[in-house]
């Protein structure tokens, strides 16, 4: 499953902002995905947690295609390695946006992102493209 599907993103934030001022609320966004292996087994299978990018060049190493889920918004591939196979969902720019439009739709207050540590270039180009931001602040 999706980290972060749409439909759900939205479940929740309705919910705060039918109980809370949405100039009050600030959404979380993951910056982080999933490697599962396969089959899952609730309490046995646990998923590797990866970087978004290091999604992105595990696909590519791997020969995969990346899809893209409409429901959840979000995107998915899957691999096999050393006979295992592997259920890969993190997120990428058009998640992000999809994130970001909800965001806007129900007016709230921003967003912070969780683990902005993590290479995520694609998501930095497109916040500073939707909010005209020349350059990111770096602390030294």
């Not at 992000?96 to 912070?112: C, F, M, R, V």
Request: proline share 8%; no cysteine; hydrophobic share 40%.
């Amino acid at each position: 499953m999706a980290v972060a599907p749409l439909p759900q993103v939205r479940q929740v934030l309705e919910y705060g902002v039918s109980e809370i001022p949405p100039e009050k609320i600030f959404m979380g966004v993951p910056n982080y995905g999933y490697d599962w292996p396969l089959p899952y087994e609730p309490k046995r299978t646990q998923a590797t947690n990866i970087g978004n990018q290091e999604a992105i060049q595990i696909a590519a190493r791997v020969g995969a295609t990346i899809q893209y889920d409409e429901t959840a918004q979000s995107p998915f591939f899957t691999y096999t390695q050393n006979g295992v196979g592997h259920e890969v969902w993190f997120e990428d720019v058009r998640s992000i946006q999809a994130k970001y439009n909800l965001l806007d739709e129900l007016k709230l207050l921003g967003s912070g992102y969780w683990n902005v540590m993590r290479p995520f270039a694609q998501n930095w180009t497109f916040l500073a493209t939707r909010y005209h931001i020349k350059k990111f602040p770096v602390s030294e």
